[in-house]
């Protein structure tokens, strides 16, 4: 049986082992989300990058710490969250990062419905709209909405109390929602 036709208690095992080939496979398996994961917590495509890979060595050389294999994913992105955040903390206390502006643009896809163009734009403004939204609100947004952690979760990656994390979440929907209020006509 070839690595890509294992699943992923048996690659991890492998890894375990030293298995290099196992650990590619781990990584061509999750580095994409990993990469997406980190990237919208320090928004820089290289540092991006070096977080996801620093994440997978220290997921590799800690493998054993992992209590249950099947949430492995779940584990590895914690790594990648943890490692943004303080990766984001520790360069943003030296320099002001430039907010990206751009919005995504959406080149002609021949084959794909109307409704899918504006709902990929409408996606895109909004996760362009919620880069303008004050770091701690953008990063709280993120890690409910798009990542999915619950609020006990969140808490403790960003070490607040549950009262300040369910403001701070309150808050940053109503700025996001009165900043996409202009632009609902677009």
């Not at 099947?70 to 520790?90: C, D």
């Not at 979440?169 to 632009?183: F, G, N």
């Amino acid at each position: 049986m070839t690595l890509t036709n294992q699943n992923i208690e048996q690659l991890l095992q492998l890894c375990k082992s030293g298995n290099q080939h196992a650990q590619m496979e781990v990584y061509n398996r999750y580095y994409k989300a990993m990469y997406n994961t980190a990237h919208r917590i320090v928004k820089d495509n290289f540092e991006a990058e070096d977080i996801m890979q620093d994440s997978f060595l220290t997921a590799f050389t800690k493998l054993d710490s992992l209590k249950e294999i099947k949430t492995f994913g779940s584990w590895l992105k914690r790594i990648v969250i943890n490692n943004s955040i303080h990766h984001y903390k520790k360069n943003s206390k030296y320099q002001d990062l430039p907010l990206d502006d751009v919005l995504y643009k959406i080149e002609d896809c021949s084959g794909i419905t109307e409704d899918y163009k504006f709902n990929t734009l409408k996606a895109n403004l909004v996760l362009e709209t919620m880069k303008t939204l004050k770091d701690n609100y953008r990063m709280s947004l993120t890690l409910h909405l798009i990542e999915g952690y619950d609020y006990d979760e969140i808490c403790e990656i960003m070490n607040i109390s549950s009262a300040n994390c369910r403001t701070m979440i309150s808050r940053a929907k109503d700025s996001l929602r009165k900043k996409l209020e202009p632009l609902a006509h677009y």
